[in-house]
């Protein structure tokens, strides 16, 4: 099972992050649905061309947040009632603000790694108001 994701390790943001974040994501945006199967840890760190020490530490994070169960003997699975899809408009609208905010980040100089950790701080600050 191929799952489209993408790791780029000059992001300044660390591989399990950015791995954790994207199953988070398909997930949520329903591509990943409860009892879809995830592909081995071997599979998806060579599909990934990262370390299968990673993808089992992030499998074993989503396990905790209880986003993946495990099966012993049989395989990791999409649990059940994990976050509920987000609709394609929302999607859609999202991304084009997420557009506009990348360009507006690149025009002024910032990097991929700043702006993450620019929404990182306002979406805590946000949670405190």
């Given at each position: 099972?191929?799952?489209?994701?993408?790791?780029?390790?000059?992001?300044?943001?660390?591989?399990?992050?950015?791995?954790?974040?994207?199953?988070?994501?398909?997930?949520?945006?329903?591509?990943?649905?409860?009892?879809?199967?995830?592909?081995?840890?071997?599979?998806?760190?060579?599909?990934?061309?990262?370390?299968?020490?990673?993808?089992?530490?992030?499998?074993?994070?989503?396990?905790?947040?209880?986003?993946?169960?495990?099966?012993?003997?049989?395989?990791?699975?999409?649990?059940?009632?994990?976050?509920?899809?987000?609709?394609?408009?929302d999607v859609a609208r999202l991304s084009q603000q997420v557009d506009k905010i990348i360009?507006?980040?690149?025009?002024?100089?910032?990097?991929?790694?700043?702006?993450?950790?620019?929404?990182?701080?306002?979406?805590?600050?946000?949670?405190?108001?």
């Amino acid at each position: 099972m191929n799952i489209n994701m993408e790791i780029d390790a000059d992001s300044g943001i660390p591989v399990y992050i950015q791995l954790g974040e994207q199953i988070r994501v398909l997930i949520r945006n329903g591509a990943l649905t409860a009892g879809d199967p995830m592909p081995t840890t071997r599979s998806l760190a060579v599909q990934l061309g990262i370390n299968v020490n990673t993808v089992a530490r992030v499998y074993r994070d989503l396990q905790a947040s209880g986003h993946l169960r495990l099966k012993r003997g049989v395989g990791t699975f999409v649990a059940e009632g994990v976050d509920r899809p987000v609709a394609k408009k929302d999607v859609a609208r999202l991304s084009q603000q997420v557009d506009k905010i990348i360009r507006i980040s690149r025009e002024a100089g910032i990097t991929c790694a700043e702006l993450t950790r620019f929404i990182t701080t306002r979406w805590k600050e946000d949670d405190h108001v």
